[in-house]
């Protein structure tokens, strides 16, 4: 038997509405995947000048300084100097932190302690995330007004240089409590 074609058989429609459809659909729900998608960066500072001194033979902290954070009260530092607590208050201004007066108490009192670098930091529960990272940031280095006054003469290079951390290293000891 024979098979014979016919003209007509040669040629024929695709159907393309399924495939339409698909990407009717998948288009708009990528466009949407992608409208929500956040990036959060928090800013590490760089590497600092320090003195050769500072490297050779760095001081022992004969202090200890810790923050304490309250939404209520504010901010309170507290220097535990071989013993002897003082504290120092930052209330809010109008329900609000004092980020300028938490700024101003930590050059207060690195510059009595110079040789703290490290900051013990204990929020209360109710603290958001944000507000921490604002607090830590803030408390780090010196804002921009103040990182002349702390420049001093490196002798290994016999150069000016300055430093413009407070509290570089800052640890949480308590969250939530």
Excluded: C, W
Excluded at 29 to 58: N, R, Y
Excluded at 61 to 83: I, M
Excluded at 166 to 174: A, G, K, Q, R, T
Aim: charged residues 25%; hydrophobic residues 40%.
């Amino acid at each position: 038997m024979s098979y014979h074609r016919r003209a007509g058989d040669a040629t024929f429609e695709l159907n393309l509405a399924p495939f339409l459809d698909i990407i009717v659909s998948i288009v708009p729900m990528l466009l949407l995947s992608i409208a929500f998608v956040q990036i959060k960066m928090i800013e590490a500072p760089t590497p600092q000048v320090v003195t050769q001194d500072q490297v050779k033979a760095p001081p022992k902290p004969e202090a200890t300084l810790t923050l304490h954070v309250s939404k209520k009260t504010g901010f309170q530092f507290e220097v535990d100097d071989s013993g002897k607590k003082q504290n120092t208050n930052v209330n809010n201004v109008t329900g609000q932190f004092d980020m300028d007066g938490l700024v101003t108490s930590a050059i207060a009192i690195k510059t009595k302690y110079p040789q703290i670098t490290k900051l013990q930091l204990a929020p209360d529960s109710d603290i958001a995330f944000d507000d921490l990272v604002k607090i830590m940031d803030r408390v780090r280095e010196k804002p921009q007004s103040q990182r002349a006054a702390a420049s001093f003469t490196d002798k290994a290079v016999d150069a000016k240089a300055e430093n413009r951390q407070l509290f570089p290293d800052i640890v949480f000891s308590s969250v939530g409590g």
